[in-house]
């Protein structure tokens, strides 16, 4: 007998509950991307479970993505984090992708902070900056809602996929530590090769001011189940078409182990905030 839409997660919500949140909720959740996983060891009260003993979970094989979903608090507000994601290079479904996103939303995750790793296309952005993104363009080819398997609605408006409200909060706080934000269009692409000088120029007319292989599954599914999202890329490397420099997965994990520590400081100043505005 096939699982009905949301059994699985369910299952692992159930799980999960116990062992993380046996006394309290989390209303903010986060998912970090390549590079960016260290920040979340140092919250408050930290646990995690591996993603391995977590019923209906994928496994997670990219190098840098440690495969755990954790919890803890941020100056007294409780988050759930997934520690890797998983992604449609690695041959998973738009189901498995989204899997830890729905399990945070059954858990009772309301905001959603979702993080990644993405090449700078805006010729004015520099490699070691954070963008904000102010909307995304999807060119995996894939949706998670495929099927009309997941409730209601069934075709969820995306006029306003990203909270402007939150882009603003993450400004704020970013000033205050004396960082500046870019914001921009992110541009989700299947992966895993990496773009050419042709492809990147195109992805640019197309309006794209960063790219990754990440994101966009997330994002659709966190805007049907009523999810308010925040989205943060770190850019770890710079396209020129016309003067294509080279770059490895080694590379951009470095860089955004770099980027990781500013991140994390935005982070910990903008969580306490995103809580006390719920």
Not at 168 to 194: E, T
Request: hydrophobic share 40%; glycine share 10%; aromatic share 6%.
């Amino acid at each position: 007998m096939s699982t009905t839409p949301f059994q699985l997660e369910t299952i692992a919500a159930d799980y999960l509950a116990s062992r993380l949140l046996p006394n309290q909720s989390a209303s903010v959740g986060i998912i970090l991307g390549t590079g960016l996983g260290q920040w979340v060891e140092d919250m408050d009260d930290f646990s995690a479970v591996d993603y391995k003993q977590i019923p209906g979970f994928a496994r997670t094989n990219v190098q840098s993505h440690a495969g755990r979903l954790c919890a803890g608090k941020v100056q007294n507000t409780p988050v759930l984090a997934l520690q890797g994601r998983f992604h449609l290079y690695e041959g998973y479904s738009p189901d498995d992708v989204c899997f830890g996103l729905r399990t945070l939303a059954i858990l009772g995750v309301k905001t959603i902070v979702i993080t990644n790793a993405a090449g700078a296309l805006n010729p004015l952005f520099q490699a070691g900056e954070i963008m904000v993104i102010t909307d995304q363009i999807n060119l995996t080819g894939r949706n998670p809602l495929l099927g009309l398997r997941y409730g209601e609605p069934q075709f969820p408006d995306m006029s306003q996929l990203f909270s402007s409200r939150l882009a603003d909060l993450a400004h704020s706080s970013a000033l205050q530590q004396g960082q500046r934000l870019q914001q921009g269009v992110y541009m989700g692409i299947l992966g895993p090769s990496l773009e050419t000088p042709a492809e990147t120029r195109m992805f640019r007319q197309l309006g794209a001011d960063a790219i990754g292989m990440s994101t966009v599954m997330e994002t659709i599914a966190a805007k049907q189940m009523g999810l308010e999202i925040l989205g943060l890329s770190c850019l770890t490397n710079k396209n020129l078409p016309d003067c294509m420099a080279p770059t490895s997965l080694e590379e951009i994990i470095a860089v955004g182990q770099d980027i990781g520590q500013r991140l994390g400081d935005l982070l910990n100043a903008l969580i306490p905030d995103i809580a006390a505005s719920h």
